[in-house]
């Protein structure tokens, strides 16, 4: 009998491998279900595809996808839109059908490859910007990993299709230019690539090319077709490679119009050690426009060989297909060209002799034309990449027209340049550049229209000496009756000489009889002689110290050039009066770089400078020009700048000490019209720092001190236009009306200097503006935003007016609000006429001042007058005392006057007590008012008559008690 634990044995095996089974079971459920989820079109499209899409910064999205993982893939309606841009790439259809299984057995056999309709468009804007710039942001550069070395895979490609692909290329060029590539691509296979078989390939293609600038277009559009046969070897390589390319042009317009017709064909023949032929012809029909051919020895395996290149016939029809695009014809060039070329060490040695010929060689843009040249050039050229050399065995250029020499290039003896040493790395040797009589107007079509005329001659060596550590330059040129219009400026005839003899050793430039003249004057020799040295061996920080100088230079023939004022700016540009804004932080590649100037005499129409003498110090940046002394008609002046451009807005200082120059001279030469406007001399000293020119950057920056007087200026009242200046001599100029009739003075004033019409007395106007104007003085500091006057005066024969206060600047500088109050006197004759001299003047006085009746307040650009009516009336009730004593009319007088300040809001203390009283105001109540702010005593006596006791204050001589003398008889007339 047996027992229980041996009976239970079989039965607990058996449920063990029912479990197994059951979890292998599941195992493969999930297994089968892992690979149906995961080779889903649902999952790939829904989760592959938006992580792929997320990962190239794009939107990727796909109608359908069918995997297969043993057979095929298939991918339906695939788009491509990189963020924020315009779509990229689009497919109709790919399709991959392969054998899984045989690739894991290590045979790579693809049966076909199909993409359907793909289209891929690439746009770029004129700053650089395209459509797929998102798809490069993030990506990290990888190091690729070398191929392992081996026997190449086994390989078959059934057949590689492409149908209806279209590649489209659009770029801005500018605001009102654009290029426009597109080639369509209907057919495209490639079959039977596998190892030791022979590949083939068909080619059918459509091309076309456009270019606009403004309304000009240029078009050039043609069909391409062809088919290559390549034989591989059981490692892939190529053992022959033939076949044949064909091109047609269908379409020529604009600058590719000479291409109308064209057709090119390529032919191949090329074996892995030979060039049996390679030729690329041009032909129009059955004529033939040119040929291209390389052949020779030559192993595609080692890279050595022997090539003879080729090339004849070529024209204009072949050259639109590369000028075109720039709207370039060549004219009636023909190019001709023969060549060696050894290629040696797995193409590590080359070498290139041989000769270029262009005859009638032109360039045709729009209706221009340059003149034809024969270009010739000869050269044998050798590059060592090994011992990194380049090595000229010969060079000779030359360029005629109509068989005369125009520029010579020749190389004196072999020339070789190790790159990698630099100027070191140069053997000796010469070469030398020839100019001759290059007639500017031939070249306008690359010089442009602005320069009309002139010949230019010259010649340039350049001597290698010291292996390289010494380079020797000569220039001799020669400019001659140069003629072009440049802005408001036409220069007409100039000539000049420039002659530099320089040796420059281990980048260090050291100037020996460098000048640059200009054509002699009977006043002058116009030679500007330079010397001193460069040391550019650290580039970010070229050092030297250059010395100009000259005995004498007359550029009065060069102010000719600017007969015309420039044009006024134009809309949208700077406000007049503001000075632009400085460019943006600047720091100039010098380190203590030094340069002298003096000058014994320097002569530009009336002006004549002496002894000027001047340094200037770039350091990085900061610019320092100091000193500066020189003598200008006879006067001397001295100054300095210091600029520092480092900061956004930049700093500056000023220093100027000029004392007595001549105005004439200046506003004779620079602007003839006035001449004899301006006669007298100017005084300047000053100290002005400050950051910035707008008007924000001076009410911050600007602080420091002024000094300016002019003497003798001759200058009439007419002749000025300085707004405030005019204003003040409006207002003098309507004295008479002012004083006779101050209420209607106050209700419309308008001066004939202000741009109205006078309502003065003329002969008053006549006698007030006639005498010229003297002295003008200017003093004063700047700082806290404002600009403070301590003295601005302004003198003439008949009157002089003086002012202090500040001027407030403004973001816009012609706003800026001024507050200033006048003192004016008048000429003693003058006050007398207008009852303003007191009797107790003295008699040695030249001027009398007049009672402060006005300010200037407003804008530097439109400055207004604030009159005030007390010292109106002040003045009226004097001039009608001292020239008639009717003491009515003066009552009457200053009633009015007083009567018009109420109207206008009131000005003055009687003004004000009248609305503190909240009452109109009595005649004597105002009188009262005059009496105060004039000094005069309120009446004691209340049975006296107010009116006649403040007249007797203001316009009667006081005793010398201080009692009013009633019996003094009137002034008279």
Known sequence: ???????????????????????????????????????????????????????????????????????????????????????????????????????????????????????????????????????????????????????????????????????????????????????????????????????????????????????????????????????????????????EVRYSTTTATGAFAEAAGLGARLKANITPDRFEELALDFARGDLALGRLTVSGPFSLQQLTGNLHCELGGIGPEVLSLLGGQYGIGFGRTQLAAAYDVRIADEARSVRASGTFRADQFGLVMGQVATPPLDLSLTEDIEVDLKSAALTLN???????????????????????????????????????????NLDFKDWRALLGPEIEAGRLDGRLGLEVRNSGSEIGINLDSRLSRFTGVFGSARVQDFGATLAVLTTVTNQVAVFRETSLSLPPTALATNRITMTGSIDARDTDHIGGHLRLASDALDLTPQLAWFGEAPEAT?????????????????????????????????????????????RILLDGGRVVLEPLTLVFNGAPARGAVRLDMTAPAWAYDIDLDARNVPLAPMVNTFQPERRGVVGGTI??????????????DLRKSLQGKFDIGTTNLALKLVDVTNPLIRTIAGVATE??????????????????????????????????????????????GAGDGRINLTTAALQTPAFRVGTHGTVTL?????????????????????AAKLGQLAANTPTNQAFVALPEFFSLGGTLEKPTRELKAIALAQMGAASAANLSGDSGGVAQQIGGALNV?????????????????????????????????????????????????????????QSSGGTPTTNAAPAKR
């Not at 406000?575 to 632009?580: N, S, W, Y």
């Not at 006779?740 to 019409?757: C, D, F, K, M, S």
């Not at 105001?921 to 005069?936: D, Y």
């Open 394 to 436: 010969r060079l000779n250029f030359e360029a005629k027209q109509n068989g005369e020499p125009r520029l010579t290039a020749r190389l004196s003896q072999p020339l070789q340049v190790a790159w990698e040493k630099g100027v070191e790395g140069l053997e000796d040797s010469t070469f030398e550049v020839v100019l001759s």
């Open 1 to 243: 009998m047996s027992s229980p634990s041996q009976a239970s044995a079989p039965p607990k095996r058996r449920r063990l491998l029912r479990l197994l089974a059951w979890l292998a079971a599941a195992g493969l459920l999930l297994i089968i279900g892992a690979y149906v989820l995961l080779t889903s079109g649902a999952f790939i499209k829904g989760v592959v595809i938006p992580r792929v899409g997320r990962a190239m910064n794009a939107e990727v999205t796909v109608d359908a996808v069918s995997l297969h993982p043993f057979s095929q893939v298939v991918v339906r309606n695939l788009r491509v839109v990189p963020d924020g841009e315009d779509e990229l790439l689009s497919l109709k259809e790919a399709r991959l059908d392969y054998s899984l299984m045989r690739i894991l057995r290590g045979h790579l056999e693809i049966e076909s490859v199909l993409l359907d309709s793909p289209r891929l468009t690439v746009s770029q804007s004129a700053d650089g910007h395209s459509n797929y710039d998102p798809l490069l942001q993030g990506s990290a550069p990888t190091n690729p990993e070398e191929a392992p070395s081996g026997t190449a895979p086994s390989l078959r490609l059934g057949k590689f299709e492409i149908r209806n692909a279209t590649v489209v290329y659009r770029q801005e060029t500018s605001a009102d230019g654009s290029l426009t590539a597109e080639v369509t691509v209907p057919r495209f296979s490639l079959s039977n690539l596998a190892n030791s078989e022979t590949a083939q390939t068909e080619l059918e293609a459509a091309i076309r090319f456009g270019s606009r600038q403004g309304a000009t277009n240029h078009e050039l559009a043609g069909t391409l077709t062809g088919s290559l046969t390549a034989t591989l070897n059981p490692e892939l390589e190529p053992t022959k490679v033939a076949g």
């Open 810 to 830: 403004a973001s816009s500088l012609m706003d800026s609000t001024v507050s200033l109050p006048v003192e004016m006197s008048l000429s003693r004759s003058l």
């Open 735 to 780: 004295l008479p009306g002012l004083i006779r009739n101050p209420a209607g003075a106050l209700q419309g004033l308008v001066g004939r200097l202000t741009g109205g019409e006078s309502s003065g007395d003329p002969a008053w106007l006549n006698t007030l503006s006639q005498p010229p104007i003297n002295v003008i003085a200017l003093a004063g």
């Open 683 to 696: 005084s300047a000293v000053g100290q002005i720092q400050g950051a910035g020119f707008t008007g924000d």
């Open 901 to 957: 300040l109420q109207g206008l809001g009131g000005a003055g203390q009687a003004g004000a007590e009248s609305a503190a009283t909240n009452a109109a105001p009595s005649l004597g109540g105002l009188l009262e008012g005059i009496q105060k702010a004039t000094g005069g005593q309120k009446p004691g006596n209340t049975n006296q008559s107010p009116l006649g006791g403040i007249l007797n204050g203001i316009l009667s001589p």
């Open 570 to 614: 134009a809309p949208g540009g700077p406000e007049a009066g503001e000075l632009p804004a400085p460019p943006e932080p600047l720091v100039l590649p010098f380190k203590d770089f030094v340069a002298e100037a003096t000058i014994g005499h320097l002569l530009a129409g009336e002006i004549s400078v002496t002894n000027l003498d001047t």
